[in-house]
């Protein structure tokens, strides 16, 4: 409520007046329907999924992390700009009123009250001030000011009401008439200029997770607040038009000089003194409310990122005894001062933040059209007339999107340099950690994978019945429960003259139907069901490598007793060169079977090229049960006390971003990192290590080579693929 009601329409009607005239009523009462279909996803959305972020969460939820970091760093944008808008219409009406109190003392106001500086500076003094009171307390704020702006629109609406009725005859008819002045044209530049005037709703979702009873609350909360924001806007609107407006004149005329304030002198028309200073005070509190209202969504968009590192991990630091925010609301705040110092007026902010949040709004109805179709589950809170609502919601969101884009060239222009550099952001700063912090949030809970439409495939080449069960049931924490796959591949040697060696050949397949059954035997008594797949090739190295890329398997899961063997070793970097997948190589005995007494060992080091993949086993084997992790630093010389604490927290944080619980750190001192991370794993444990990468090439590395073969530990050894 307090960034809905009155802070746009004070703000922005008189543009929306300028451009169509009276029929700004439709443009609000259409955009008002545009809401309340993007109000009915959100409100689905936000009851399947009751946590703080908004359309961030939904799309990552839904889409991948790089859509969800161009939907979080767009909205994190949205609700800036807003705040932007807001904290300009409070400067245009604060000064209005110093102004006018200036001017009744007797005196005459000094030039410089409506310069540029002055407007920013009363801005600036608002969103600093406001950030620190949200900084103060975690309950948002502004009640104050709702509360008082609402009587205030009461007595308007009333006090209008009251004009209408003893007005001449065809006042109305006069105000109204021309009704579209600027045709279907303007009518839709209205519409991109004010939408903003409606957005708020998508506030309860911001901070969804917040809220108490969500299910419940959120969409209530979302559809009530705009059903009495429009039972407040039309009437002003149509009162506005009509009695406002002074015999001679029409509301576009009046509206063309001082679009910002020309609430203000339609109310002194039909109020007289007493209605002038009652907008002006309805305006000071709406668009201080609705300040407070967006700086307290935009850190939660910002907290939320950095907890899911598609921002700087800094901006999750809250306070710690009231557990707001700091970080993000700072962040926030000097954003906004930024801006306020750079736009000029109240209409660009105002056609720049509903582009943006148009754009937002037409991904959550594509959002919530992906999340019906890719889950069973069904929302505590269902969109009527689905599929309908989305479709119409989102299409109608992004032709408006495109129309104010064209129209308004400032706002496309702003919204695309902000998304080009996040997007600079993103991939030279944050999308390394983002990527390996969601592959384990998805690895640890099945329900994303579903939700994003995925279902990966890990295929595992078995020749030794004896090892299947241990593959099996790693190649299953690999696989995302419920859609993913486990495809076992038995290759039978083809000799170059087959009628020559046909008895061999025969032996040769019975065997592999014997590998193939005894595996599947064993799996099934492990609780596993994984699929089966026979071939006949010349070289089964070429046809593990074929397989793989036929069924586009997410990883390949290959096993080994012994890397001694260099042929082997050369074998294994070809494949890794072959195929486009993720690739883990096991050393393991044959008795070796991943359980939940199994130690997980995690050598940290290099440039973090494997940390999407290590994340996603990570998450994997803590779904499985093993969540027994340490993870190790291996230094070559010796830390001084100070470095060794900074190293120690970072490394905890580190790991606390790809294992669920409180996960050991150690950092180790020695000249000799193969003995001491060989040292390190018991014989039941299992050490993950990760392969090089040098041009374009996979390799093993003689770090990873003598770690596995000097460790009696399982050792697994991982590829991110090219």
Same mark, same amino acid.
């Given at each position: ?7 746009? !329409? ?69 609700? !800036? ?12 009406y604060a000064v209005l ?197 967006? !700086? @307290? ?119 695309? &340099? ?5 997007? !600079?952001?993103?991939?030279?700063? @944050? ?5 390996? &912090? ?21 295929? &595992? ?36 003259? @087959?009628?020559?060696?046909q008895i061999e050949t ?116 803590g779904r499985a049960g ?27 944080? @580190? ?51 003598? &770690? ?15």
């Amino acid at each position: 409520m307090g960034a809905i009601v009155g802070g746009g !329409i004070l703000v922005l009607a008189g543009v929306a007046f300028r451009e169509t005239g009276p029929s700004t009523i439709l443009a609000f009462a259409l955009n008002g329907a545009l809401a309340i279909m993007t109000a009915l996803s959100f409100a689905e959305m936000s009851s399947m999924f009751p946590e703080s972020g908004g359309a961030y969460t939904f799309a990552k939820k839904v889409l991948t992390v790089r859509a969800a970091f161009v939907v979080g760093w767009v909205l994190w944008f949205a609700y !800036i700009v807003a705040g932007v808008l807001y904290a300009l219409g409070f400067a245009e009406y604060a000064v209005l009123a110093i102004d006018a109190l200036w001017v009744a003392s007797g005196g005459a106001s000094p030039p410089w009250l409506r310069g540029r500086p002055a407007l920013s500076g009363l801005a600036v003094v608002a969103t600093g001030a406001y950030s620190l009171l949200l900084i103060r307390s975690n309950k948002g704020g502004g009640q104050i000011e709702t509360l008082g702006k609402l009587i205030v629109f009461a007595i308007l609406l009333a006090a209008g009401a009251w004009a209408l009725g003893v007005a001449p005859s065809g006042t109305a008819r006069r105000g109204l008439t021309p009704f579209l002045e600027h045709g279907t044209t303007g009518l839709l530049a209205a519409m991109g200029f004010t939408f903003i005037a409606l957005q708020g709703f998508d506030l309860v979702a911001a901070v969804g997770g917040e809220v108490k009873d969500p299910e419940r609350n959120i969409p209530r909360a979302m559809l009530a607040s705009l059903g009495i924001a429009l039972a407040v806007y039309i009437p002003f609107l149509f009162l506005t038009s009509t009695v406002g407006v002074p015999a001679g004149q029409s509301i576009s005329q009046m509206s063309a000089d001082n679009p910002a304030t020309v609430m203000a002198v339609a109310a002194y028309n039909y109020a007289g003194v007493f209605g002038y200073w009652l907008v002006v005070v309805a305006a000071i509190l709406s668009t201080l409310s609705a300040l407070s209202a967006c !700086i @307290f969504a935009a850190s939660r968009v910002a907290l939320r990122m950095a907890r899911d590192r598609t921002l700087p991990r800094v901006l999750q630091h809250q306070h710690p005894t009231r557990g707001t925010p700091i970080m993000s609301i700072y962040a926030t705040a000097l954003a906004m001062a930024f801006l306020l110092l750079m736009v000029r007026d109240v209409s660009a902010a105002g056609a720049a933040a509903s582009l943006i949040f148009l754009i937002s709004f037409a991904l959550v109805h594509w959002t919530s059209l992906l999340a019906r179709q890719r889950t069973r589950i069904k929302a505590p809170f269902q969109t009527p007339w689905f599929p309908a609502i989305p479709l119409i919601g989102g299409l109608a969101c992004a032709v408006l999107a495109a129309y104010q884009a064209v129209v308004v060239p400032r706002a496309g222009a702003v919204t695309a &340099v902000w998304l080009g550099f996040g997007v !600079i952001l993103y991939i030279g700063l @944050f999308a390394g950690r983002a990527r390996a &912090v969601d592959a384990f949030a998805e690895a640890h809970d099945p329900r994303l994978g579903v939700l994003r439409g995925r279902s990966p495939l890990v295929l &595992v080449p078995v020749a030794n019945p004896a090892s299947a069960v241990g593959m099996v049931t790693l190649a299953n924490a690999l696989a995302i429960p419920v859609v993913g796959r486990v495809v076992l591949l038995t290759v039978v040697r083809r000799p170059s003259d @087959f009628a020559a060696a046909q008895i061999e050949t025969t032996k040769a397949l019975e065997d592999a139907n014997s590998v193939v059954g005894q595996a599947l035997t064993a799996s099934l008594r492990a609780g596993h069901t994984p699929e089966a797949l026979m071939t006949i090739a010349y070289d089964p190295w070429k046809e593990i490598a074929r397989v793989a890329q036929s069924y586009e398997c997410e990883s390949l899961l290959m096993g080994f007793s012994s890397l001694e063997d260099q042929g082997n070793v050369a074998h294994i970097e070809q494949m890794l060169n072959d195929v486009e997948c993720d690739v883990v190589v096991v050393r393991a005995s044959k008795t070796w079977t991943l359980n939940a007494d199994t130690r997980i060992i995690v050598p940290v080091g290099g440039r973090g090229g494997h940390d999407e993949l290590r994340a996603r086993l990570l998450g994997s084997l803590g779904r499985a049960g093993c969540t027994n992790v340490r993870f190790v630093q291996a230094n070559r010389q010796r830390l001084a006390p100070g470095i060794r604490l900074v190293r120690e927290r970072e490394l905890r944080i @580190f790991a606390e971003e790809e294992t669920r619980g409180t996960p050991e750190v150690k950092l180790i001192e020695s000249g000799n990192m193969v003995e001491a991370l060989a040292n390190e794993a018991g014989t039941n444990d299992l050490i993950i290590l990760g392969l090089r990468h040098q041009r374009g090439k996979r390799l093993f590395g003689e770090l990873a080579l003598q &770690v596995a073969r000097k460790t009696d530990a399982a050792t697994l050894m991982i590829s991110r693929r090219s």
